[in-house]
Protein backbone atom coordinates (compact mmCIF):
# COMPACT_ATOMS: atom_id res chain seq x y z
CA UNK A 1 0.00 0.00 0.00
CA UNK A 2 0.92 3.45 -0.43
CA UNK A 3 3.85 5.44 1.97
CA UNK A 4 1.04 7.35 3.10
CA UNK A 5 0.94 6.12 6.38
CA UNK A 6 -2.42 7.87 7.16
CA UNK A 7 -5.24 7.85 9.73
CA UNK A 8 -7.96 10.33 8.71
CA UNK A 9 -9.69 12.36 6.24
CA UNK A 10 -9.35 16.88 6.15
CA UNK A 11 -11.92 19.51 5.35
CA UNK A 12 -12.88 20.60 2.19
CA UNK A 13 -10.38 22.50 0.84
CA UNK A 14 -12.37 23.31 -2.05
CA UNK A 15 -15.65 22.28 -1.64
CA UNK A 16 -14.92 18.73 -3.57
CA UNK A 17 -11.82 17.96 -1.97
CA UNK A 18 -11.60 16.67 2.02
CA UNK A 19 -8.46 16.09 4.39
CA UNK A 20 -9.30 13.02 6.51
CA UNK A 21 -7.97 12.10 10.17
CA UNK A 22 -9.04 10.73 13.48
CA UNK A 23 -10.40 12.12 15.91
CA UNK A 24 -7.87 12.25 18.66
CA UNK A 25 -8.82 10.56 21.92
CA UNK A 26 -10.16 12.25 24.78
CA UNK A 27 -6.95 12.42 27.29
CA UNK A 28 -7.15 10.23 30.77
CA UNK A 29 -6.81 12.31 33.42
CA UNK A 30 -3.21 11.60 34.03
CA UNK A 31 -2.13 12.23 30.64
CA UNK A 32 -0.64 15.69 29.07
CA UNK A 33 -2.62 17.29 26.54
CA UNK A 34 -0.10 17.48 24.29
CA UNK A 35 1.02 14.32 24.61
CA UNK A 36 1.23 12.41 21.11
CA UNK A 37 -1.89 9.37 22.47
CA UNK A 38 -3.73 13.07 22.85
CA UNK A 39 -3.36 13.77 18.72
CA UNK A 40 -4.74 12.40 15.69
CA UNK A 41 -2.42 10.11 14.50
CA UNK A 42 -2.36 11.23 10.57
CA UNK A 43 -4.32 12.02 7.89
CA UNK A 44 -4.85 11.16 3.71
CA UNK A 45 -6.73 12.85 1.26
CA UNK A 46 -10.31 12.16 0.52
CA UNK A 47 -12.48 13.70 -2.29
CA UNK A 48 -16.92 14.12 -2.34
CA UNK A 49 -18.52 12.12 -5.49
CA UNK A 50 -22.18 13.77 -4.38
CA UNK A 51 -22.90 16.07 -1.22
CA UNK A 52 -22.37 13.75 1.28
CA UNK A 53 -20.12 10.94 0.80
CA UNK A 54 -16.23 11.14 0.56
CA UNK A 55 -14.03 8.33 -1.64
CA UNK A 56 -10.87 7.50 -0.03
CA UNK A 57 -8.03 4.69 0.01
CA UNK A 58 -9.34 2.05 2.39
CA UNK A 59 -5.30 2.05 4.24
CA UNK A 60 -6.11 5.87 5.41
CA UNK A 61 -8.42 4.53 7.90
CA UNK A 62 -7.60 1.55 8.71
CA UNK A 63 -7.69 0.62 12.59
CA UNK A 64 -9.06 3.78 13.23
CA UNK A 65 -11.83 4.00 16.46
CA UNK A 66 -12.92 7.80 15.27
CA UNK A 67 -12.56 9.53 11.81
CA UNK A 68 -13.22 13.33 11.16
CA UNK A 69 -12.61 15.75 8.50
CA UNK A 70 -10.46 18.47 8.97
CA UNK A 71 -13.21 20.71 10.58
CA UNK A 72 -14.79 18.09 13.05
CA UNK A 73 -17.35 16.61 11.52
CA UNK A 74 -17.53 13.41 12.17
CA UNK A 75 -17.33 10.68 9.52
CA UNK A 76 -18.59 7.11 9.29
CA UNK A 77 -18.10 4.57 7.26
CA UNK A 78 -20.06 3.08 4.39
CA UNK A 79 -18.29 0.49 2.92
CA UNK A 80 -14.07 -0.27 3.15
CA UNK A 81 -12.86 -3.04 0.93
CA UNK A 82 -8.93 -3.73 1.62
CA UNK A 83 -8.27 -5.98 -1.16
CA UNK A 84 -8.95 -2.94 -3.41
CA UNK A 85 -7.60 -0.12 -1.11
CA UNK A 86 -10.67 2.25 -1.80
CA UNK A 87 -13.31 3.18 1.20
CA UNK A 88 -16.55 5.15 0.87
CA UNK A 89 -17.63 7.30 4.01
CA UNK A 90 -20.37 9.50 4.59
CA UNK A 91 -20.65 12.97 6.64
CA UNK A 92 -23.34 15.21 7.70
CA UNK A 93 -21.36 18.13 6.55
CA UNK A 94 -22.76 18.72 2.81
CA UNK A 95 -20.80 20.03 0.06
CA UNK A 96 -22.21 22.38 -2.66
CA UNK A 97 -19.72 20.79 -5.22
CA UNK A 98 -18.55 17.41 -6.11
CA UNK A 99 -16.01 15.33 -8.40
CA UNK A 100 -17.65 13.91 -11.28
CA UNK A 101 -16.12 10.07 -12.03
CA UNK A 102 -15.23 9.08 -15.78
CA UNK A 103 -17.54 7.10 -17.64
CA UNK A 104 -14.41 5.51 -19.27
CA UNK A 105 -13.59 1.95 -17.87
CA UNK A 106 -10.08 2.79 -17.62
CA UNK A 107 -7.37 6.00 -18.54
CA UNK A 108 -6.20 5.69 -21.47
CA UNK A 109 -2.20 4.90 -21.40
CA UNK A 110 -0.06 8.05 -22.29
CA UNK A 111 -2.93 10.21 -21.13
CA UNK A 112 -2.64 13.44 -19.56
CA UNK A 113 -4.31 13.84 -15.53
CA UNK A 114 -3.05 15.96 -12.33
CA UNK A 115 -3.24 13.81 -9.10
CA UNK A 116 -4.78 16.29 -5.89
CA UNK A 117 -3.96 16.16 -2.47
CA UNK A 118 -2.57 17.13 0.76
CA UNK A 119 1.12 16.02 0.95
CA UNK A 120 2.95 16.21 4.43
CA UNK A 121 -0.21 18.00 6.33
CA UNK A 122 1.21 20.13 8.85
CA UNK A 123 5.37 19.85 7.51
CA UNK A 124 4.75 22.06 5.17
CA UNK A 125 2.21 25.25 5.21
CA UNK A 126 0.98 24.57 1.43
CA UNK A 127 -2.64 23.59 1.65
CA UNK A 128 -4.16 21.71 -1.53
CA UNK A 129 -1.30 20.76 -4.23
CA UNK A 130 -1.55 19.44 -8.09
CA UNK A 131 0.96 17.87 -9.72
CA UNK A 132 0.66 16.65 -13.53
CA UNK A 133 2.01 13.31 -15.61
CA UNK A 134 0.63 11.07 -17.41
CA UNK A 135 -0.66 7.56 -17.70
CA UNK A 136 2.28 5.83 -17.72
CA UNK A 137 0.90 1.96 -17.75
CA UNK A 138 -2.08 0.39 -18.15
CA UNK A 139 -3.80 -2.14 -15.17
CA UNK A 140 -2.11 -5.88 -15.30
CA UNK A 141 -4.36 -8.44 -16.36
CA UNK A 142 -3.79 -10.02 -12.76
CA UNK A 143 -5.24 -6.93 -10.97
CA UNK A 144 -8.11 -7.36 -9.45
CA UNK A 145 -8.06 -3.33 -8.34
CA UNK A 146 -6.83 -2.77 -11.96
CA UNK A 147 -4.02 -0.23 -11.14
CA UNK A 148 -2.81 2.08 -13.28
CA UNK A 149 1.08 3.21 -13.16
CA UNK A 150 0.88 7.21 -13.25
CA UNK A 151 4.22 9.57 -13.46
CA UNK A 152 2.43 12.31 -11.20
CA UNK A 153 4.52 12.83 -7.95
CA UNK A 154 2.87 11.59 -5.21
CA UNK A 155 3.76 11.51 -1.14
CA UNK A 156 2.96 10.76 1.90
CA UNK A 157 -0.91 12.46 2.46
CA UNK A 158 -1.51 11.87 -1.08
CA UNK A 159 -3.23 8.47 -0.20
CA UNK A 160 -7.02 9.00 -1.55
CA UNK A 161 -7.04 11.85 -3.59
CA UNK A 162 -8.38 12.09 -7.02
CA UNK A 163 -6.31 11.07 -10.20
CA UNK A 164 -8.63 13.39 -12.74
CA UNK A 165 -8.04 13.82 -16.47
CA UNK A 166 -8.08 17.04 -18.72
CA UNK A 167 -12.25 17.25 -18.24
CA UNK A 168 -11.86 17.36 -14.40
CA UNK A 169 -13.53 13.61 -14.36
CA UNK A 170 -11.60 11.44 -11.79
CA UNK A 171 -10.18 8.51 -13.65
CA UNK A 172 -8.69 6.86 -10.57
CA UNK A 173 -8.14 6.89 -6.57
CA UNK A 174 -3.64 7.61 -5.38
CA UNK A 175 -3.37 4.00 -3.12
CA UNK A 176 0.36 3.72 -3.28
CA UNK A 177 3.90 4.39 -4.61
CA UNK A 178 7.48 2.55 -5.39
CA UNK A 179 9.14 1.97 -2.05
CA UNK A 180 12.62 3.99 -2.97
CA UNK A 181 14.03 2.14 -0.40
CA UNK A 182 13.58 -1.76 -1.48
CA UNK A 183 13.90 -0.60 -5.01
CA UNK A 184 17.55 0.93 -4.25
CA UNK A 185 17.90 -2.03 -2.38
CA UNK A 186 17.49 -4.49 -5.14
CA UNK A 187 18.54 -2.74 -8.20
CA UNK A 188 21.15 0.01 -6.90
CA UNK A 189 19.11 2.67 -8.76
CA UNK A 190 16.07 5.01 -7.40
CA UNK A 191 12.47 4.92 -8.55
CA UNK A 192 11.17 8.11 -10.52
CA UNK A 193 7.82 9.26 -10.53
CA UNK A 194 6.02 5.26 -10.17
CA UNK A 195 3.36 5.68 -8.38
CA UNK A 196 -0.55 3.51 -8.38
CA UNK A 197 -4.19 5.03 -8.51
CA UNK A 198 -7.14 2.39 -8.26
CA UNK A 199 -8.73 2.90 -11.89
CA UNK A 200 -11.90 3.58 -12.82
CA UNK A 201 -13.91 0.42 -13.30
CA UNK A 202 -12.70 -1.58 -9.79
CA UNK A 203 -14.25 2.22 -7.96
CA UNK A 204 -17.60 2.08 -9.82
CA UNK A 205 -18.10 -1.31 -9.07
CA UNK A 206 -17.36 -0.65 -5.37
CA UNK A 207 -19.87 2.13 -5.22
CA UNK A 208 -22.33 0.65 -6.85
CA UNK A 209 -21.93 -2.62 -4.08
CA UNK A 210 -22.21 0.33 -1.26
CA UNK A 211 -25.26 1.62 -2.69
CA UNK A 212 -23.67 4.98 -3.49
CA UNK A 213 -25.15 7.28 -5.64
CA UNK A 214 -22.47 9.12 -8.04
CA UNK A 215 -22.51 11.45 -10.73
CA UNK A 216 -20.45 10.58 -13.70
CA UNK A 217 -19.32 13.15 -16.24
CA UNK A 218 -21.59 11.97 -18.94
CA UNK A 219 -24.42 12.21 -16.20
CA UNK A 220 -23.23 16.09 -15.65
CA UNK A 221 -22.71 16.60 -19.51
CA UNK A 222 -26.51 15.30 -20.58
CA UNK A 223 -29.51 17.64 -21.54
Not at 45 to 64: E, Q, R, S
Not at 79 to 97: E, F, I, M
Not at 108 to 113: I, M, S
Request: aromatic share 4%; glycine share 10%; proline share 10%.
Amino acid sequence: TAQATSRSIPKPQPPAMAVVKPNPPKPRSNTPKNTPDAAAKGSGTGFYINNTDIVTAAHVIDGCTALALDGGAPLSVILSDSALDLAVLSTARRSASWLPLSGQTEPKLGEDVVAIGFPYRGLFDQGLTVTGGNISALPSATDPAKRVMLTSPIQPGNSGGPVLNKGGEVVGVVVSRANDLAVLEGTRTLPQNINFAVSTAPLLTFLDKADVFFPTGTDRAAP
